[in-house]
């Protein structure tokens, strides 16, 4: 048994952690963006994400055939931990969910087009799974794609394409066999964000970024553009989610906000009176601390348990998820409380505390409960693969 | 990182958990609730030929010298299988004041007697309308040539019907200090009352006792600093005790969710009730690396001032409101004797209040984050 970091780890967490604080970058590294700076696309950001290229930390665990380091992947899961504690944008979904699938069953020409661009950071995608119809149940999408002479023709709508206004490539899934079972009629589809027919509509959320519908008029898309086997494409989606354990979902933004809320209520007063010595608050400081601790111990745990390799931790990830974005949100709701009133003012005024942080916070968290398979979608899984229990749904 | 266990670590765990199911069964642990010994003579004998009554003595007396993350192993087990032993009171607190603070006469003469099973050692600390706090020890220790008397009432005294000496807290002109007593001294009346846990809980009455000087543990007025290092390390092993007793408890509703049939569907097919034992699990097993990490910081050397009041209270929360939505799962049954929900049930509610409670644990926690 062992919680410190191996040697080699930790020269490597110092190296990235004396990088960062080396090249801040107050546009870039925005903690008032909650964990969401890789959505903000600002030239400063781009270039960030090309100075992390240059560093060789975009794709580490790639083999080294198509220039990675065959790396285990417990180094993008420190590289990611420090991106987010400083609020820097993480390395995302190119050189996770694309890359690694392409790597696996992409042709050899899509691999040629783009893992080049995905390590240097010259391309930006977005992901569209989601529907008006498939959420949760993502097996059930149902944009149309129709075989034509040379490919394929995509008709219909996808919901929630978070960076769709600003990729350069679309990474879709769509339904190319309509007559076979839910999960094997889909495929997986590369489209350049500009094509003709497609249609971006922004949906403003209460965070701080905006999502997407995005809608499909007979859009075409060549056969070399069919990622992998077709009817394959939902086992992708899946094996992709499992292949990115490591960075999934980062837990320095809520140790972050804890600190945060220690450091202010140390200082804080009301009444005249220092606010921590107020047994409510105490109280509540005590117990966000200690589900901060289990967090963390959650987080090791599924860390270690994808370390050892072979299957992967899909009940560790669940349970990790699943207590981490509920503490999350209590986190903000709580700092809430102890701010009392002052609670209300909007984020990003003098007059807030914190410049209003843990308003802003209150209302970025709150789909973390949601996206990337919520909280009672793990508890399914938990159910039913970590207990044994029949299937409930 | 990396959250295996060591081989040898994992034939404790295999060895404690075969000893247990054998001289641990619910039957005996059913045997021995309100029994005002409290415990079987040869669950007490196994465990003490096993090494498992001394593991945390050290070697050079007569103990296994295991660490504190060896010994989270064991309380797990003792967790799971409810096992009714002096073990905490004897062979962590009383064993852990000697090692913190006894002179070489008394370690000498106790530490071998306690590693063997042969003397049982408890303190007598908490007392009526008093806290957990040093204010809340209010015995009186009063030098009278070279002798000490003290006076006082304790409660929650566990196991006193069958121990050797009592470690009683009573403050002396320095502060508190901690003695050796033996219960059958005159001026002390044992009184067996009884529990939630149905665990042994003795009232001890001193009466003018006289104990010599050198019956005193430590240097005057080390008393209390001795006792919250001691029980610092030993709160780990009762949040390691919690999880036992929570995964054991889900462990058999588990099964019974799979089993019994309402509405044409086993129970556990109602995600109402399958999201309760996701939550439950989800508690237990971050609750248990948690734990784990409290016990390697210890036997690492390092501070415990913050995880060990964090383990204690969230896996004691854990196991109290695991047992919570058992009962609930299990329906009327679990109200009833027969079935062993409510052994959990009455166990979590007890351990959680004990050894220090959800508040007082609060407050170390928070006087760690914010008064630092
Ligand atoms: C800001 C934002 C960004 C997003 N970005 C992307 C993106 O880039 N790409 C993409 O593909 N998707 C994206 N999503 C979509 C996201 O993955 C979905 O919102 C999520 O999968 C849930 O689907 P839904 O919103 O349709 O809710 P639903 O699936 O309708 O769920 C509603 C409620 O029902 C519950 N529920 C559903 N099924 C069950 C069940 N079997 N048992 C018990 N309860 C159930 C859910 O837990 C939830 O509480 C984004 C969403 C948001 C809000």
Redesign the interface.
């Known amino acids: 048994?062992?919680?410190?970091?191996?040697p080699e780890?930790q020269k490597f967490s110092d190296e990235v952690e004396q990088w960062l604080v080396e090249h801040h970058d107050p546009v870039v590294m925005d903690h008032h963006r909650e964990n969401f700076s890789q959505l903000s696309d600002t030239p400063e950001r781009r270039a960030f994400m090309k100075k992390l290229a240059d560093k060789g930390w975009l794709g580490m665990s790639w083999p080294k055939e198509y220039g990675g380091q065959e790396i285990e992947g417990?180094y993008e899961f420190i590289l990611n931990e420090a991106l987010s504690k400083h609020a820097a944008p993480q390395i995302g979904k190119g050189v996770g969910i694309i890359g690694k699938t392409l790597i696996r069953h992409g042709s050899d020409k899509l691999k040629q087009e783009f893992l080049p661009k995905i390590l240097t950071a010259d391309v930006e995608f977005a992901v569209g799974y989601s529907e008006p119809q498939a959420g949760s149940d993502a097996a059930n999408m149902q944009l149309k794609a129709e075989k034509v002479e040379g490919g394929w023709k995509l008709n219909g709508q996808k919901m929630w394409t978070t960076s769709a206004h600003f990729a350069d490539w679309y990474w879709v899934g769509a339904r190319t066999d309509p007559d076979k079972k839910k999960h094997d009629g889909l495929s997986l589809f590369l489209i350049p964000m500009d094509h003709p027919g497609l249609e971006v509509q922004s949906l403003p959320t209460i965070g701080k970024d905006t999502t997407n519908q995005v809608f499909f008029e007979d859009v075409f898309v060549p056969d070399d553009y069919l990622v992998g086997e077709r009817g394959r494409g939902f086992h992708m989606i899946s094996e992709a989610l499992d292949l990115e354990r490591f960075t999934m979902f980062t837990l320095s933004p809520i140790t972050n906000r804890t600190d945060l809320l220690?450091d202010w209520?140390?200082q804080a007063k009301r009444d005249g009176k220092p606010l921590?010595d107020d047994p409510q608050t105490?109280?509540t400081?005590?117990?966000i601390?200690?589900?901060t601790?289990?967090?963390k111990?959650?987080s090791?745990?599924f860390?270690?348990a994808a370390?050892k390799g072979g299957k992967p931790p899909t009940i560790?990830s669940s349970?990790y998820k699943?207590?981490t974005t509920t503490l999350s949100q209590r986190v903000c709701d709580e700092a809430l409380d102890i701010s009392s009133a002052a609670g209300t003012i909007r984020e990003g005024q003098e007059l807030a505390p914190l410049l209003g942080r843990f308003e802003g916070a209150y209302r970025a968290t709150m789909n973390e409960t949601v996206g990337g398979g919520a909280s009672?979608i793990?508890?399914?899984i938990?159910?039913?693969r970590?207990?044994?229990?029949?299937?409930?749904? | 990182m990396d959250l295996e266990f060591s081989e040898e670590q994992e034939a404790i765990r295999d060895m404690t958990r075969a000893l247990l199911e054998e001289h641990s069964s619910v039957e005996i642990v059913r045997q021995m609730e309100d029994d005002p010994k409290g415990y079987p003579d040869a669950l007490w004998k196994q465990m003490a030929e096993s090494g498992l009554v001394g593991a945390l003595v050290p070697e050079s007396y007569g103990g296994g010298g295991l660490t504190l993350l060896d010994a989270a192993l064991i309380y797990e087990e003792i967790g799971r299988a409810m096992a009714p032993v002096p073990h905490f009171v004897s062979g962590v607190i009383s064993a852990g004041l000697l090692l913190e603070a006894g002179s070489e006469a008394q370690k000498d003469e106790w530490l071998p007697k306690i590693a063997s099973g042969d003397a049982i050692l408890t303190p007598a600390w908490l007392e009526p309308e008093r806290g957990y706090g040093e204010e809340g020890v209010q015995a009186t220790a009063t030098a009278d040539g070279g002798e000490v008397v003290l006076s006082g009432t304790k409660l929650h005294v566990n196991y006193a019907g069958a121990a050797d000496r009592l470690i009683v807290l009573a403050r002396g002109d320095a502060g508190v200090d901690l003695f050796l007593v033996d219960p059958s001294s005159s001026g002390v009346t044992l009184t067996h009352y009884l529990s939630q846990s149905a665990e042994p809980h003795y009232k001890v009455e001193l009466d003018g006792v006289r104990v010599p000087a050198d019956a005193r543990i430590g240097g005057a007025g080390t008393g209390w600093a001795s006792y919250g290092t001691v029980l610092h390390q030993g709160i780990i092993l009762l949040a390691a005790q919690a999880i036992g007793g929570a995964a054991r408890c889900l462990e058999e509703t588990v099964d019974y969710a799979n089993t019994r049939v309402q509405f044409d569907k086993p129970l556990g097919a109602f995600q109402a009730l399958a999201h309760y034992m996701a939550d439950a699990s989800t508690r237990i097993d971050g609750g248990r690396v948690l734990v784990h990490e409290a016990a390697w910081n210890a036997a690492q050397g390092r501070s415990i001032a913050r995880f060990a009041p964090m383990a204690k209270l969230f896996c004691c929360t854990a196991y109290q409101e695991t047992t919570r939505a058992c009962a609930q799962i299990w329906g009327g049954v679990a109200f009833t004797i027969e079935y062993d929900t409510q052994m959990f049930f009455r166990r979590a509610k007890e351990l959680q209040l004990s050894w220090w409670d959800v508040p007082y644990l609060e407050e170390l926690v928070a006087k760690d984050v914010l008064d630092g």
């Open positions: 048994m062992d919680f410190d970091l191996s780890e417990v220690v209520v140390k921590k105490r109280k400081i005590a117990n601390a200690t589900d601790a289990v967090a111990a959650l090791t745990r860390i270690c370390m560790q349970q699943l207590f009672e793990q508890k399914n938990i159910a039913r970590h207990l044994g229990l029949p299937k409930n749904f």
